[in-house]
T-cell receptor
Framework: ETGVTQTPRHLVMGMTNKKSLKCEQH?????MYWYKQSAKKPLELMFV???????ENNSVPSRFSPECPNSSHLFLHLHTLQPEDSALYLC??????FGTGGSPLHFGNGTRLTVT | AQTVTQSQPEMSVQEAETVTLSCTYD???????LFWYKQPPSRQMILVIR??????QNATENRFSVNFQKAAKSFSLKISDSQLGDAAMYFC?????????????FGQGTILTVHP
């Protein structure tokens, strides 16, 4: 399924670098999400955007900065990261925004981030 | 807060046999949705099956079926006639039905190995 596309697939960055992760959904969905997947830990929700408005910031450090310019695109801007931020970052989208329907999330392939 | 628990870190099954993956959850909500996702080595999270809490009938999708026990807060996944392509990490996930938009809470995952 290519409904949700993430780039780059792999990223290695130093602690002083600034980089951005990109996500694009081609499904006409209204909501987009960033999740962090670390080894031996459940997926952690980072941010939720519904109709381009951020509706949840799940206590994420300010070195992660999301941006949602329109309902099809989502970015995660990274700066001064720490080695413990190394993880797989997954983007997802869903049909509904607030509340109803129980629509499933559709995920991209993720960006494997390594912070050196 | 909702929690999702998968008590089996790893499971294995012979090809063509049946395997059941366990999931329990904790919630005070009466309206919610439950999902099973599969994550193969390609890293993309793929929706396997979806269950609405208000429906008593267990969801089925081809070789995949669930045993949903609402009172016990249990949601197990049964894979029949297992195939080599079923090998993956399986995640159980919970989504509230109220104003919790699309936020999914995931379990820790179960690694499924399929032996030829």
């Amino acid at each position: 399924e290519t409904g949700v596309t993430q780039t780059p697939r792999h990223l290695v960055m130093g602690m002083t670098n600034k980089k951005s992760l990109k996500c694009e959904q081609h499904l006409g969905h209204n909501a987009m999400y960033w999740y962090k997947q670390s080894a031996k830990k459940p997926l952690e929700l980072m941010f939720v955007y519904s109709l381009e408005e951020r509706v949840e910031n799940n206590s994420v450090p300010s070195r992660f900065s999301p941006e949602c310019p329109n309902s099809s695109h989502l970015f995660l801007h990274l700066h001064t990261l720490q080695p413990e931020d190394s993880a797989l970052y997954l983007c997802a989208s869903s049909q509904d925004g607030f509340g109803t329907g129980g629509s499933p999330l559709h995920f991209g392939n993720g960006t494997r981030l390594t912070v050196t | 807060a909702q929690t999702v628990t998968q008590s089996q870190p790893e499971m294995s099954v012979q090809e063509a046999e049946t395997v059941t993956l366990s999931c329990t959850y904790d919630t005070s909500e009466s309206d919610y949705y439950l999902f099973w996702y599969k994550q193969p080595p390609s890293r993309q999270m793929i929706l396997v099956i979806r269950q609405e809490a208000y429906k008593q009938q267990n969801a089925t999708e081809n070789r995949f079926s669930v045993n949903f026990q609402k009172a016990a807060k249990s949601f197990s996944l049964k894979i029949s006639d297992s195939q080599l392509g079923d090998a993956a990490m399986y995640f159980c996930a919970y989504r509230g039905g109220g104003t919790s938009y699309g936020k999914l809470t995931f379990g820790q995952g179960t690694i499924l190995t399929v032996h030829p």
